[in-house]
DNA sequence: ATGAAAGCGCTAACAT
DNA sequence: ATGTTAGCGCTTTCAT
């Protein structure tokens, strides 16, 4: 059994009052006694509890987090750095890894609202009802990280997907390219579904490009669909010269699919990633894409969410932040082999 | 400010007791009355408070873990194996990502204190005096995973490092390789460093083959340092035909240097690596590697500790798993291209 | 079968 | 400058 309070008051010879001062640093004791009570607190090796801190302050430092991968190296880096912004506050992070389990979600969101937690940073977009419904009536402060869900009413710290989706389908066509395959993301998802997919076709047609149906796939932003992906764009008539995945997890699967049919990447076919994870640096060749300022998001997210936690202060509109283009092996521009 | 059990039993019309009588599933409870009390948690929206529960019950259903790097895909696999045996048995996870940072650990640990974890989990063995020492005082059950430090009275969760090593190795020279090169780790670590070397070095000696001082480098298990330790290793006269690395991520760093100096792997070198981390799969050639069995580590991991948690039983020694060799692309029998 | 009241470890009025 | 005491939201005797 831990020592309390009441077990250092009584070392120390002093009360609980004057114990708990020392501990939260307040004036109005005098040296002598504060360091009997640390000598006191040495010696019993005493922690105060969070637990019972919690109930009398109404305030927990917890904040929850979920996310849909958390083996995913662009989710893994995000929470990275959010956990960094969270540890350097002060505020400590409870995790939910929901791998795609939409009960485990709600069972969290539960447990996050038994835990008190003091806000949700949440970080995939397939939000149905009945989870909308249950995040409003915590009335905790929620944003959302890397997506935007279709609700208007929560706050989301993203990049501008349509334009940077636009921008990577604009640096292909710049490299000559006409027949562009797109590997994208679920068309329920707003930023990584729908809004990339738009900036990919109208980069087209802004570059007087028809769009040509058999060049266009959806995956689930994973490896293997990409592949699985890539393998049906083999199978046109006319192979595109160049593919953009939406994710740098498909990109490779893209890269590993055009290699394994016998294919060059960039030669044959240029590949384009999205996200600016890892393994952009790991593949050979290595992989151009369109980058999220992933560790930058996960930190602007805690400080935005901490903000509206202290303050009650609620941004009237998402954060954008800055998308960039970083060119590496893996597209080059057509006909120059 | 959210509901409490006496808004729920004013509500209904009947006392706190009975409320939580309900709440915890007691008997003694008419169904009419549960009913009314049902509609009344179901009406305010109420959930217990965790805090209010831990405080009276002294339990907290909490476990703290401490991971060296999240965005490593080893460890980031452990975790969620971890994270879905705790849901399972409704724990709690509180994670300090310390990423090489010392002072982060210690910081975590008075968190977890402070928080009254029930047990933790450590994931790296480089636990100087300072954190043992710690660790010793707070009396909570400890468990590592993975890895092993020097004390004798920690138990761990761990495949047979030497063995796997060794098995490894031997495999290199069932190929007919004689000149292989090793890629360590930090020989102050025991599992990692220092048992893997010897599986090395004693497979070498048992197939008659002299160890030459040049083939053997030592790195930090990540990517960028199997790349910088691999072009050493391309510097010495006579070129190793293979190359052993103690895991996939400087299996994968060595991969690319080869291939970055105009080599190819397997035919002029084969690479070996050690984990079984979903880059295994990723990479071209795909790599050849020494597998833990990293879902069924975090799982166990848990459950031991779970046990000790709930029933103080202690295990007498560690929990040594199965590895297993996965045979891709990046070896091959010598002089076969 | 239901309720009143004590107490979990701490903080914060309030007193002195 | 220090101490007394009343809660924080819940569970759990102990009554009834």
């Given at each position: ?7 250092v008051?009584?070392l ?124 409003h ?12 869900p ?127 994870s ?22 602007v997210?805690?400080?935005?969410l ?32």
């Amino acid at each position: 059994m831990q020592p309390k309070i009441k077990d250092v008051a009584r070392l120390a010879g002093v009360s609980v009052t004057t114990v708990s001062r020392v501990l939260n640093g307040e004036k109005y004791v005098k040296d002598d006694l504060k360091r009997r009570v640390n000598l006191a607190i040495e010696e019993l090796g005493y922690a105060p509890s969070h637990i019972a801190r919690s109930l009398v302050r109404n305030k927990t430092n917890l904040i929850g987090v979920i996310v849909p991968d958390i083996t995913s190296s662009f989710y893994a880096t995000i929470l990275s750095s959010i956990e960094e912004a969270a540890s350097d506050n002060d505020y400590n992070l409870l995790v939910c890894n929901i791998s795609e389990d939409i009960d485990k979600e709600q069972k969290y969101l539960n447990v996050f609202q038994e835990m008190r937690v003091e806000g949700i940073i949440i970080m995939h977009e397939k939000i149905n009802d009945e989870i909308r419904g249950i995040i409003h009536k915590m009335k905790i402060p929620v944003i959302f990280s890397s997506v935007k869900p279709i609700d208007q009413q929560f706050v989301s710290v993203i990049v501008d997907d349509y334009k940077a989706a636009y921008d990577a389908t604009n640096y292909l066509i710049g490299l000559g390219h006409e027949a562009i395959g797109f590997i994208g993301g679920d068309m329920r998802d707003i930023t990584s579904g729908q809004n990339r997919y738009s900036g990919y076709r109208n980069a087209l047609t802004g570059g007087g490009i028809r769009i040509v149906h058999e060049y266009i796939r959806f995956g689930d932003y994973k490896v293997k669909s990409g592949y699985e992906q890539m393998k049906e764009l083999l199978r046109v008539k006319n192979l595109p010269t160049a593919v953009f995945a939406v994710s740098d997890d498909m990109a490779v699967g893209a890269m590993n699919c055009i290699r394994d049919n016998g294919l060059r990447v960039p030669e044959d076919i240029s590949v384009m990633g999205f996200d600016g994870s890892q393994l952009t640096e790991l593949t050979r060749p290595t992989l151009t894409s369109m980058e999220q300022p992933i560790q930058e998001m996960g930190k602007v997210t805690m400080q935005v969410l901490l903000k509206q936690v202290e303050t009650g202060e609620v941004p009237d509109r998402d954060i954008i932040l800055e998308h960039r283009l970083v060119s590496r092996e893996s597209c080059m521009a057509r006909g120059k082999q």
